[in-house]
């Protein structure tokens, strides 16, 4: 066992569970050393040197309280707390015993010898977080005195502005992270560069990709040339794809000691940096690498020479003595986990074949991570694969989201043509993302997907339902019938519950409350899709006499939609707080604890009828919220900060605006429908009146399912929630929140179960689960870890534009604000709402925009249809407009053309 009090660690004696005493970097050194990888040799000063030295600063203590102070949105604080740090540290001698250590080693491996200084903390390359480039390197240090220079330096670097941010970003106390000092022999590189065992763009698994230049690596890694590209076929051992960068400048190692910046002459610059017998052997021992983690790998490579490929054998770089005749030799200088990759643990191939998956949350416009039990939830409404002891052959978890597995649908041709076609409605992205998918060749296979004379016996009845639905049916009642529906499914479910004996019971009841759900909402989906078809055809019917306005109002403005009832019911909530200024005063003092301001709202004169109201509202629509379908995160009635904000923005608007801005609706509609049928004449005539018709009582159906289901998720909620006090205090559970990550099987199993045996796999999925949230799902990814990029091309774009999917008309200029939580952050009148999604919870916030801009969505997803209803503009599927919109910048949003112009 490796002593924690040693100052000095020959790689020889150093493995990868060494991360405390020798930090990432150290770690993964001596782990590669030790399997007999090509490391250049070299020793690590360790941890408790580096708490030694800074014991020796008598302000220590001082430093760490302020650097707890820091936050990151305050840089001009971090530049001074930081270089208050630096300066004082860079005066503190290195204690003797750690110079006397380092010397003793130094001389060892050999004191003529070059060598690189690296920086290696704790909380550098780890899975979560890499650290790179955080801490400083010296290369080519050659004397003593140079060598306890650049290792003070290391130290100091731990308190860079970079590294002090990086930290506060990724939530790391400062006096948790450590620092190693890597002291390395020197390669003299002739060329060097960067190794993924996996592509780091695309995330596919067996294309290796290597960047390469001429010289030392520093001149890649800080990005002074651009490199060689280089990828290969890990499977087949090809070389795939080779491009010859113009490399204008490499950096070489003076022989006193540093570096210097070299011009390459014209020919050099397009040389390619390697041979093919290079390319392969570097990508062998990426492999090699990879296999020995298990785990993708970022790797730093040199080759010491121009000399013909010689890979240095196993067992070199495993001590502290010299290795002669490096010339032409492979050395490895780094290897960390690829921490960009998006996991495919839970998409493993069911039949050794490339699989297909698509993000359910792209789908529901909800891509934040969920916890087991909300995925579980979802397992069990959807009636696709269900497994017997949880889970779904289908609908699959991977990294806290949702995938729903196409390949069978995809490899039909007609099927795969429809749900192409589907797909497009919800994220206009998609389609393009998955034909790029279904083009690789590990995808082409004849498809097995047997339809038996049930299916389609049960396809064919419904397809006559909907026939029925689009042609023939009465809607007369039918809306309160399906409010009548959804009421009774609710009213029975809850009286099982109470009737219900104990715990396991009832998560039995809720479990088949849960898998019978999609039968009520079949009751209307015949209807609901005719009237989708409906607002499709409508538009192509009348555009020969109509013009794209009067087009877009055709399906616009129709009553009865559970959404926009719900906003007329807040917009009028609203105008009742309007009727006491009292109240009105304090909406402009609205706090965050919203429970405390609710307080303060009921004592004041004339309150009543608003908290009435309100209390009414949140029994009809308290179940909606924020990530609706995630039944852990808080809803309306649970915590109704959103709303308040939401009736403080209305109340900045004129009296009685939203209902004035949906009879402007309704009225366009009716104005564009009489025209419609004076315009169109005979059998076009019939057809028109009949699509308007099935329009009118169809179409608003959309967004009932999902009502449904979110007052049955509202009722497994309250039960679950008073299960998870019996749980805690049965010592089953060690906190009411580790419900949250059980799934619905273990649940009904942890009845019967010992005490420990849930409580402990609950508390390991909580503690993984922060991990899974800091990550952004693809829309399409591969069983291998692909996922395809696509973007919007737009010829006529300005400059510096941003495209995506043009989905609610018109042309608006304004100021940016990009909301990451509408819990928190609200929307001035006029402001251009930025996204990365948006669903019935983030509706309150369309009451002030000006326009939407959304990452993620189609035609038909939440945001693009409130956006049609309250007539802004709006484009989705803009990748990256999270981060490349800042908030405070003028745009104007072309919702015609899809372009977002910066101003």
Not at 220 to 231: E, K
Not at 348 to 353: A, N, T, Y
Not at 689 to 698: F, Q, S
Request: net charge negative; glycine share 8%.
């Amino acid at each position: 066992m490796t002593n924690m009090n040693s100052l000095i660690l020959a790689f020889a004696d150093i493995r990868a569970a060494d991360l405390a005493l020798v930090g990432g970097k150290g770690a993964n050194l001596g782990e590669i050393a030790h399997a007999g990888f090509p490391v250049p040799p070299g020793f690590c000063l360790t941890t408790a040197a580096f708490a030694k030295f800074i014991a020796a600063a008598p302000d220590a203590e001082e430093f760490y309280a302020l650097l707890d102070t820091v936050h990151t949105d305050d840089l001009e604080n971090v530049r001074e707390i930081g270089a208050r740090v630096r300066q004082a540290l860079l005066k503190i001698p290195i204690p003797n015993e750690i110079t006397e250590a380092v010397r003793q080693a130094w001389r060892e491996l050999g004191p003529e010898a070059a060598y690189a200084v690296r920086s290696s903390a704790t909380a550098e390359d780890l899975p979560d977080a890499s650290f790179a480039g955080q801490q400083d390197t010296y290369l080519n240090i050659i004397g003593e005195t140079e060598l306890l220079n650049a290792i003070r330096s290391c130290w100091v670097s731990l308190f860079t502005d970079r590294a002090i941010l990086y930290r506060v970003q990724n939530k790391f106390n400062h006096r948790d992270v450590q620092l190693s000092v890597v002291i390395q022999k020197m390669i003299m590189a002739e060329k060097s560069g960067t190794l993924f065992t996996a592509d780091p763009l695309t995330g596919h698994r067996h294309t290796l990709t290597i960047d390469a230049s001429f010289g030392l690596g520093e001149a890649l890694v800080s990005g002074i040339v651009s490199p060689d590209a280089y990828q290969v076929d890990k499977r087949a051992g090809t070389i795939i794809s080779c491009q010859i960068a113009e490399k204008e400048i490499a950096i070489y190692p003076e022989k006193g000691g540093g570096t210097r910046q070299v011009a390459l002459n014209p020919e050099q610059r397009e040389q390619a940096a390697l041979t093919d017998d290079q390319i392969l052997a570097l990508a062998e021992i990426g492999s090699q690498i990879e296999a020995h983690y298990g785990t993708p790998q970022d790797i730093e490579w040199a080759i010491a020479s121009r000399s013909p490929i010689t890979p240095l054998p196993k067992g070199d770089g495993n001590s502290l003595t010299s290795s002669k005749g490096s010339e032409g030799r492979i050395f490895i200088l780094q290897a960390r986990p690829i921490t960009s990759l998006y996991p495919i643990d839970g998409l493993k191939s069911p039949d050794d074949s490339l699989h297909i998956y698509f993000s359910m949350g792209h789908q529901q416009n909800m891509t934040d991570a969920m916890a087991p039990l909300s995925i579980s939830t979802m397992q069990n409404i959807i009636p696709l694969g269900r497994k017997e002891k949880g889970g779904s052959t289908v609908l699959v978890e991977n990294a806290g989201r949702m995938f729903i597995d196409l390949t069978p649908i995809l490899r039909q041709p007609i099927l795969s043509k429809g749900m192409l076609n589907g797909i497009s409605m919800l994220d206009a992205l998609g389609p393009q993302a998955l034909r790029i998918a279904m083009q690789r060749p590990e995808f082409q296979r004849p498809h097995n997907l047997s339809i038996s004379f049930s299916t389609v016996k049960i396809a064919s009845g419904f397809i006559r339902q909907v026939m029925y639905a689009m042609w023939k049916q009465d809607y007369t009642g039918f809306l309160p019938q399906v409010n009548q529906w959804i009421s009774a499914y609710i009213e029975e479910t809850n009286a099982k519950l109470i009737q219900a004996s104990g715990g396991k019971e009832q998560a039995q009841i809720m479990v088949d409350a849960l898998q019978s759900a999609y039968l009520l909402l079949l009751n209307w989906a015949a209807p609901l899709i005719a009237g989708i078809a409906s607002t499709r055809i409508l538009p192509h019917l009348g555009r020969k006499w109509l013009v794209p306005e009067e087009l877009d109002a055709l399906t616009l403005g129709l009553p009865g939609n559970a959404v926009t009832e719900m906003n007329l019911a807040l917009g009028d909530l609203a105008e009742i707080a309007r009727r006491s200024p009292e109240l009105v005063e304090l909406f402009d003092r609205l706090e965050s604890d919203s429970q405390l301001w609710l307080e303060k709202a009921a004592k004041l004169e004339n309150s009543a009828a608003f908290i009435e109201a309100l209390d009414i509202f949140l029994a009809d629509y308290g179940a909606r919220g924020l990530s609706e379908i995630d039944m852990m995160a808080p809803k309306w009635y649970e915590e109704p900060i959103s709303l308040l904000r939401a009736i403080a923005g209305y109340l900045q608007k004129e009296e009685g605006s939203h209902r004035a801005q949906e009879q402007k609706l309704i009225e366009a509609r009716q104005n564009a429908t009489k025209k419609l049928l004076a315009v169109s004449k005979g059998l076009k005539n019939r057809l028109a009146k009949r699509l308007i018709y099935v329009t009118a009582h169809g179409s608003i159906l959309r967004e009932h399912h999902k009502f449904a289901v979110i007052q049955v998720l509202r009722v497994a909620k309250e039960m679950l929630k008073k299960m998870a006090i019996e749980l805690v205090e049965t010592n089953k559970l060690a906190h009411p929140d580790d419900i949250w990550f059980l799934n619905w099987y273990e649940l009904i199993q942890i009845w019967d179960a010992e005490p420990e045996k849930y409580a402990k796999l609950a508390s390991e999925r909580r503690a993984a689960f922060p991990r899974y949230q800091k990550m952004s799902p693809p829309l399409v990814i591969t069983s291998d870890g692909e996922t395809p990029v696509v973007k919007y091309k737009v010829t006529d774009a300005p400059d510096g534009a941003l495209v995506g999917n043009p989905v609610s008309m018109g042309m608006y200029a304004g100021t940016v604000r990009v909301i990451h939580d509408p819990q928190t952050e609200s929307l001035s009148p006029g402001e251009i709402l930025v996204a990365t999604f948006t669903d019935p919870g983030w509706t309150p916030l369309f009451i002030n925009a000006g326009a939407l801009i959304m990452e993620v969505g189609g035609a038909m997803t939440h945001g693009s249809v409130v956006a049609r209803e309250y007539g802004i503009p709006a484009i989705v599927g803009v990748h990256n407009a999270m981060t490349k919109l800042q908030t405070g910048q003028r745009v104007r949003v072309d919702g015609n053309r899809g372009i977002i112009e910066i101003l």
